[in-house]
Each structure stands twice: as C-alpha cells, then as structure tokens.
C-alpha cells in the first residue's frame, strides 16, 4: 500500500512564501482532487512533491510510504514511483516519444536505458496510444513537438499508463480539452486508480471529475488548503463559483 503524505508543508520561491503548512494524504487507489482559484498554490505543491530545485521546503516534511523524501533529487522521485503530468509540457524535439516511454520502463526495471523493449511492451504502447486517440506515428515524434494542446495531454497520459507510477500528479489534465479529450483522460485516470495508482489531480473547472469520481476534495487559496470534503464540494464549486463557496461555506474572504 502505498501513502503520499504531505505534512505542515511550508514553501518559498525566490523568498516569496507561496505554500503555509499545508497537509494531505493519498493512498494507493485513491483520487484525491485539488480545486482552487488561480494563484492559490497548486502547480506549486506538485513542483515541491516532484523536486523542483527553485521551490525551496522552509518547513513539513513530504513521505513516501512513511520515509522523508525532500533531500531526494527528481530524478530519484521519479525512481521512487512519483511522477507529474504538467499541464503545459515543454517539448524535447530531440527525443521520441517511443524512446522516452522504453527508457522509462527500463530505467525503473534496472535494465541499461538503450535496451530494446520486448514485444508486449511496444504492443502495449501501441494498444494505448490507439485509446487515447494518438495516431502510431506520434510515438516517432519528438515529446510534444509540434503536438496540439489536447495531444500533449494524451501523451502524457500514455506515460502515465506505462510506467505505472506510485504516485501520480496530474496538473489539470482537462484543460484546453473538448468533450471527447476530457472523456478519455478521465477514464484513463480511473483506470491508473484502479490499477493502485495513488491519484492527486487539480482542476479548475471539474469537468474530469464527471468521469473520475474523487475520495476527497481539498479547496485552496493563497497557499493554504481552506476546506476538506467529498463529491459535494466539487458540486457546490460548479454551482456557487469560487467568491460565493468562500464567503457562504468556508466563511473566508479571499
């Protein structure tokens, strides 16, 4: 069972506090949902999960099944079983998109970066990349160059959904999406949780919870997490808006 815990985080950039004690948990299977304005901290808390060098920890701890993570680089977060779907990838024309997702998997099995993948893997790349409404030829392209908005989220799921991660976030996925887009990523992010992944995904607009249901629901502003619930909170964010639900729930002017 793996357990995401994030405890009293605290987080400055450039000497900016962004980040004021701030906790939460996620467990293998779970989808937890963070929903806030913009500004409010969240791109923030899953740059400091994954390692980012300029998000600098002044105070909390961020575990991983129980052992401190926050002296660990990204790259052996990523070995750890944590990985992030930014919502605005930068593109790597130099390396394709099949190479990337082959190192991946032979980086976390020990093997050497350049070996080859086994058959069932490439049928399986090739299997998903056809559900999440890629054509074959993007896994010869090079990560996201040139890809439309919606495509980069694809591909970024695909990633997802071969390295099977520990931990996955997901910086909002259903962004820049249409109605289909939104669809199979969300289904694909049941899918990740079914499959045991420990979810934490942040959205402004709900439109992915429609087809992944959350076990939580964790509200923030101005870097702080200012209210917990379920499914309902997501249903009163849609219907009151963010300055109503702070006024007229939360009892917070923001």
Do not use: C, W
């Not at 400091?48 to 790259?75: C, F, M, Q, W």
């Not at 976390?108 to 999440?132: F, H, S, W």
């Amino acid at each position: 069972m793996t357990r995401l815990e994030v405890i009293n985080l605290s987080v400055e950039v450039d000497g900016k506090r962004i980040l004021n004690n701030v906790n939460l948990t996620v467990e293998s299977g779970e989808v937890v949902a963070i929903m806030g304005p913009n500004g409010s901290g969240k791109t923030t808390l899953f740059l400091t999960i994954a390692g980012h060098p300029r998000y600098n920890v002044v105070n909390g701890d961020i575990k991983l099944d129980g052992e401190s993570i926050l002296k660990l680089y990204p790259e052996e977060r990523v070995q750890r079983g944590i990985l992030l779907a930014l919502q605005n990838p930068t593109p790597v024309p130099e390396v394709r998109l099949s190479t990337l997702i082959t190192a991946m998997l032979n980086k976390k099995a020990g093997k050497r970066i350049t070996d080859p993948p086994p058959p069932q893997v490439v049928a399986e790349m090739t299997k998903l990349t056809t559900e999440l409404g890629l054509k074959p030829e993007h896994l010869s392209r090079g990560v996201h160059a040139g890809f439309s908005g919606g495509e980069s989220k694809r591909a970024e799921m695909l990633q997802l959904l071969m390295y099977k991660p520990k931990v996955a976030m997901l910086d909002e996925p259903d962004s820049g999406l249409d109605v289909d887009g939104i669809a199979i990523i969300g289904r694909s992010i049941a899918k990740l949780a079914q499959e045991g992944t420990a979810i934490l995904v942040t959205t402004h607009h709900a439109e992915i919870l429609h087809y992944v249901k959350p076990t939580r629901v964790i509200v923030m502003a101005k870097g702080s997490v200012i209210h917990v619930g379920g499914e309902e909170v997501v249903k009163m964010i849609e219907s009151m808006g963010y300055e109503r639900f702070f006024k007229e729930v939360v009892k917070l002017n923001v």
